[in-house]
Each structure stands twice: as C-alpha cells, then as structure tokens.
C-alpha cells in the first residue's frame, strides 16, 4: 500500500481554495423545473461565461455549437438526457487554455433523414467526452449520416463512450469512416465504436463498408475499447428502378494513413474486428470478402492482442486480414501485460478512493495526477506534451508479484464540480526499457 499522496491533498486545498468559489453552475432543464435557468441547451451554451458549469436534467434538447469558451457540459444521465442529432454538434475553434468537458450525453439519430455530425475543429485546449454516446436509431437509411470528424486538435480523450451502429438490414451508413482523425491527438479510453452497415447499391454495384476509425496525420491511443469495422450489404436481386448487385465488402476496423501513428493497448474485455462481408443474394448475386482488423499505412504499436478479420460473406470469398500492410510499421506482441489503472470506490466527494495499477512484475510504475488537462505521447515521443497544473508526480515503485500496486486518494471537497482530475499511470517495462501508459479521469459529480 502507497502512502504517497499526503502532500498531495496540500497540494489539493491550496489549488482549489480560491477556483471552487469562481466556478459558476446553472442549470438547464428542458420542463423548465424549479431553479433553472435555461429550457434550451444552445441558448445555455451560448449565453454562459467561459469557465461555466451546465447541469442538463433529463430532457431531449437541440444540438449545440461551442467555440472559444471553457465550459463544463454535465448530463444528469446518458440515458434521459437527449440530444437530438439531427444537425452537427461542433466543438471548436479554441484557444490552448480553454477547454471543454461533456459528460453523461445521449446524441440520438433521427430514423429517416440526415442525422448531423460531431465535430471536434481546431480545439487547441483539452476536450474530454465521458459517456457519450450515439445511438443509431433502428431502420435509419442512406441520409444518416452520424459521424465524428476529430481535426487540428491536439488533445481529445474519450472516456467509455458509445458509437452504436443500425443493427437492422435496411441500414445505409455510407461507406465513410465512423469516426476520422486529421492533423489531431487522441485517445480512447474504453468503451464501444461500430462503423455502419456499408451502402446497398444499384445498378449492378455495391460500396464497400467504412472503417470505424480512419487516422490520417494523426496520433492515436486506445485502451481496453471494443472497435468493429462496418459489415458489407447484402447481395440482393433485381428490384424495380435498380438493379441487383453482390453484397459488400467488410470495413477495416481501423485504417492508418500518411503519417498517423497508433498505439493500442488490449486486455480482456479489448476487441478490434473487421466488419463481416456481406452475404449472398437470395437466388443469384454472390456475397463479398471480410474486412481487415487493421490497416497498416503508418506506425503501430499493438500490445496485449491481435486484431481479428472479418470473417467472408460466402465460400467463395475469404476472411478479412488482421493486419494488412500498406507501406507503414507494425510492432506486435500479443502476450503483453499492457498497464492499466482503474479505480476502486465511488468518486464523491469527500470519499477515497484507489487507484489500482497493474503492470508486469518487476516494472517500475509511477502516476502523474493534475487537473483539466493531459495528454501523454507514446512510443518514441516518451511523455511528449504534458497540459496540466497543478502536477504531482509519485516516486517510482515497483509492481510487486503479488497483484496490482494499490494507491489511495482521498477526494477533497473543494473540489469545484465539473473539474476533472487526471491520472497517468506510465510504467517503465525493464527487459525492454520503453515506457507504457495508461490515463485516468476521475471526475467527482
């Protein structure tokens, strides 16, 4: 047991004394209930000074678009608090010292017609999603198009959030990525993303299903997260005012491109598939190949799993590859015993909780906690930028053999609601001397 963080709750108080009494929250509540102050969300956004804490009661509201601002967005739950998504949710342009924190969110997708996008443009400061999820309204068709776009953005995290795909056959999707990453940094910290159904053709031809993620340009880390390529449409014959056509080839669940790089990091509960192909026609059109797990166009660290294909829509095509090489560099060990930092007890207030380390025996571990802000490189880049004050840095420990490093803190009450408190857990791996991470949140209500 660590007793490392008794400077650390000084270090706490004297943060916090003064920004705790800054903080402003309202509320918004779409019945318009005792003691709120905004029905509509945009208005909300729109109208709050920078810095603002919105507390979202239960209610289905309108999108939002936010830019240069710093502002705390916290749903009372992810399944009664609804966005609908019928136009884009934009994040961005920010300055470096603004930023941005959405939590307990539910974007849902109109059933017919053109749903929006989430956007992520020109955020310089952090923005962290927790909880959010994006629900693909069952029998939603070609105009749907709920998708995130991630650019010139240097330090994005999302915590246990959920891209669901239309699990019905009349899905279109498109064969675009679910999610593309441009010129940005991010990381994925659990959770569950699926690229949609790719598109029925016509006139003799099918498209090919979207990747889940497309990162071009840019970094990417995900841990412990469940990604699955699009599965292909199914064959179908002729009907009236088309032609048949072949069912779909599956989609990638990850795709690297230019000079993006990839650090993925799996454990039990990891998941990282290509989409299935899609199936014959019932009398006359063949089915299609499986999608790959990943596409290899620029660097890639994969530790503790390997990518599965997607597996043929029919004997005569074959699976998917679980790495398909396209001019980039793979490092693979499927047998790794990547880190991973989780915590025990219930984050309120005044509580305590611990953080527990796991890492190979005999590694040397230590976590970086500060507030609002963090974002670590991998690999070669080491720690790269680090966007955080204050900072407090353990001494290095090393795991023991007999389980995971356990690490209290006690959670004080000044803390302003809406701020986070971030952890990152790096461990030094000695028979090869790399450093390996692993962030935390911890985000009191």
């Known amino acids: ?209 979207g990747a889940a993620f497309v990162v071009e340009d840019a970094s990417l880390v995900l841990v412990d997260a469940q990604v699955l390529g699009g599965p292909g449409a199914p064959g179908h014959d002729v009907y009236p005012f088309h032609g048949g056509a072949p069912g779909g080839r599956g989609g990638a669940a990850i795709e690297l491109r230019g000079s993006a790089s990839l650090e993925l990091w799996g454990r039990s509960g990891t998941l990282v598939r290509g989409g299935d192909g899609g199936v014959p026609s019932p009398r006359v059109y063949p089915g299609a190949d499986g999608g790959d797990g990943l596409v290899v166009g620029a660097r890639a660290v994969v530790l503790g799993i390997t990518p599965q294909p997607g597996a043929p829509g029919d004997a005569q095509h074959v699976a998917g590859q679980a790495f398909r090489f396209a001019g980039g560099t793979l490092r693979h060990d499927p047998f790794a015993n990547a880190p991973r930092a989780r915590f025990v007890g219930v984050p309120a207030l005044g509580s305590t909780v611990f953080f527990e380390l796991e890492a190979p025996a005999g590694d040397y571990a230590l976590l970086l906690l500060g507030f609002e802000a963090l974002h670590a490189e991998l690999g070669d880049a080491v720690l790269g930028d680090l966007f955080t004050l204050p900072l407090f840095t353990t001494s290095a420990q090393l795991v023991p053999a007999s389980g995971p490093l356990a690490v209290p803190l006690f959670v004080n009450d000044l803390l302003p609601p809406g701020l986070a408190l971030y952890g990152q857990f790096v461990t030094l791996h000695v028979p090869t001397g790399e450093l390996r991470l692993s962030n935390l949140v911890l985000a009191p209500e």
């Open 1 to 209: 047991m660590a007793h490392i963080f008794l400077p650390f709750a000084a270090v706490l108080v004297l943060a916090l004394g003064t920004s705790a009494s800054r903080a402003q929250v309202f509320i918004v509540d779409a019945a318009g209930g005792p003691g709120a102050q905004f029905t509509s969300l945009p208005a909300a956004v729109a109208a709050v000074p920078s810095g603002a804490v919105l507390r979202v009661r239960a209610g289905t509201y309108a999108p939002f678009a936010l830019a240069q601002k710093s502002l705390v967005v916290l749903g009372e739950d992810s399944s009664t608090v609804v966005i609908d998504f019928a136009s884009d949710l934009s994040i961005g342009p920010n300055g470096p010292a603004e930023f941005v924190r959405l939590r307990h969110l539910r974007l849902r997708v109109p059933q017919v017609g053109a749903a929006g996008r989430l956007r992520i443009e020109g955020a310089l400061g952090s923005v962290v999603l927790e909880d959010v999820q994006v629900d693909a309204g069952l029998g939603t068709y070609l105009l749907v198009m709920d998708r995130c776009l991630i650019s010139d953005s240097p330090n994005v995290h999302l915590v246990g959030c959920t891209m669901s795909a239309d699990p019905s056959p009349v899905d279109g999707g498109a064969s675009l990525a679910r999610c593309e990453i441009l010129r940005s940094r991010v990381e994925v910290a659990g959770g569950s993303y699926s690229a949609h159904r790719g598109a029925k053709g016509f006139l003799g031809f099918t498209g090919p299903a």
